[in-house]
């Protein structure tokens, strides 16, 4: 019984205590309120009038960072308001006119709930801001693009374009200065299709690295990117042949040729490339072709695709063996489709054939079974002496037939030569 009786009263005691104490602060607050001392660390400043220092080409150095502490004095109500977060100092930059570095004088703003009357500033450190003012510059850099992933099989990717092609850049002159061009990089495996987004880019400096500076400002924050990926082919080149001279065409054992280049990729859409199994490049007449030939052609390619190999011309190599000649004059020469009103007479009387064919065929071979044929259709010829190519062929023997060229000069003359 007596333990319970003591412990109310022990509780009332603390009441009392905290009641105590609550009106001696008030009063020391409010009643008693003594003037006191404080510094205040660490007040960073503030700084206006940027926009005018950049109009004449200068700017403050991202290097400076202005703080202050300020040592005040007043009554304890008041000074119990002030943070370094509601102080508020500003030094104007308007006023300087040339780099380097400056003094400025800096203004103090209190909080709306403290009137400066209320307040001595009995110290401040330190007591003016000193700042580094720059050189600052513009210019514009080229964007480049860097691929890192891969593309996946059949597929290449070609080259970069940028939307805008270069950004703007501005900072300090020397900071600027540094910088080669921005970088975009793109990083995707087993690519099929083209890349066409908005991406960020880096700063690369004159020595290759990345430039972290906060104090380059870019503009446009990003860019288009375009990275085309196409489909690639592998496709074969072909050549037709004209039989002659004794070769039947290509299956012929007496025959032997090679393309260079023997292919070229191309690159496109899958539908585009569906069309392109071979590319010809055209005929040769193998009546031309006396021991070895070469013959270049142009690669013929649409629009639609593009010659990734970057070749445009081929070259095909022709070779005729295992084959005989032999040299026989003819003088069976017939100038035919004579234009209506002329007379064509040949002043080539006769001429000497190449035949080549087997040992066998050549020994069946008669001059009267050469024929010579010049036709005049379409030609538009003067009057007197003209030289033209003959068409020169072999009848009636298998395994054999004419090589070489041969031109036929005759007179062209006005009337029916009666």
């Not at 023997?262 to 071979?278: C, F, H, K, M």
């Amino acid at each position: 019984m007596e333990h319970s009786s003591k412990t109310p009263n022990k509780a009332l005691y603390i009441a009392l205590s905290i009641v105590v104490a609550c009106a001696l602060w008030l009063y020391v607050r409010n009643v008693d309120n003594p003037d006191r001392k404080v510094t205040i660390y660490n007040i960073p400043v503030t700084f206006v009038g940027e926009d005018v220092l950049n109009s004449n080409g200068l700017m403050l150095s991202q290097e400076a960072r202005a703080s202050v502490d300020l040592e005040v004095q007043g009554k304890w109500s008041i000074l119990s308001r002030l943070r370094r977060d509601n102080i508020i100092i500003t030094a104007d930059l308007s006023r300087i006119v040339t780099e380097g570095r400056s003094n400025l004088a800096y203004d103090i703003t209190w909080p709306n709930t403290v009137s400066s009357s209320n307040i001595s500033v009995l110290d401040r450190d330190p007591f003016y801001v000193s700042v580094d003012i720059v050189r600052s510059t513009t210019k514009n850099v080229d964007i480049r693009g860097v691929f890192t992933g891969s593309v996946a099989k059949g597929y290449q990717a070609g080259e970069f374009s940028f939307q805008p092609a270069t950004i703007e850049i501005s900072g300090e002159e020397a900071a600027v200065g540094r910088v080669a061009f921005a970088q975009v990089t793109v990083n995707r495996k087993n690519l099929n299709e083209s890349v066409r987004e908005d991406m960020s880019y880096v700063l690369i400096g004159q020595d290759g690295e990345v430039i972290e500076d906060k104090g380059i400002s870019a503009a446009p924050a990003t860019v288009n990117v375009s990275l085309p990926v196409v489909m690639v082919k592998d496709v074969p080149l072909t050549v037709d042949f004209t039989p002659g001279g004794g070769v039947t065409g290509e299956e012929d054992s007496h025959l032997d040729y090679k393309v260079e280049p023997a292919s070229i990729i191309l690159s496109g859409s899958e539908t585009e490339l569906a069309a392109y199994t071979s590319i010809n490049l055209g005929a040769i007449d193998l009546a031309k072709v006396v021991g070895t030939a070469s013959f270049s052609f142009p690669i013929p390619l649409g629009q639609d695709v593009e010659n990734v190999s970057g070749v445009e011309e081929a070259t095909v190599t022709v070779t005729v063996k295992g084959l005989e000649t032999t040299t026989m004059e003819t003088s069976g020469i017939e100038i035919i489709n004579v234009p209506r009103g002329y007379t064509a007479t040949p002043v080539t009387q006769t001429i000497r054939v190449q035949v080549r064919g087997t040992e066998e065929a050549l020994n069946r071979v008669l001059p009267q079974y050469i024929q010579v044929v010049v036709d005049l259709k379409d030609l538009s010829l003067p009057e007197g002496q003209n030289v033209q190519t003959a068409k020169v062929s072999l009848n009636g023997v298998a395994d054999a037939g004419v090589i070489g060229e041969y031109k036929i000069a005759f007179t062209l003359t006005e009337g029916d030569g009666s």
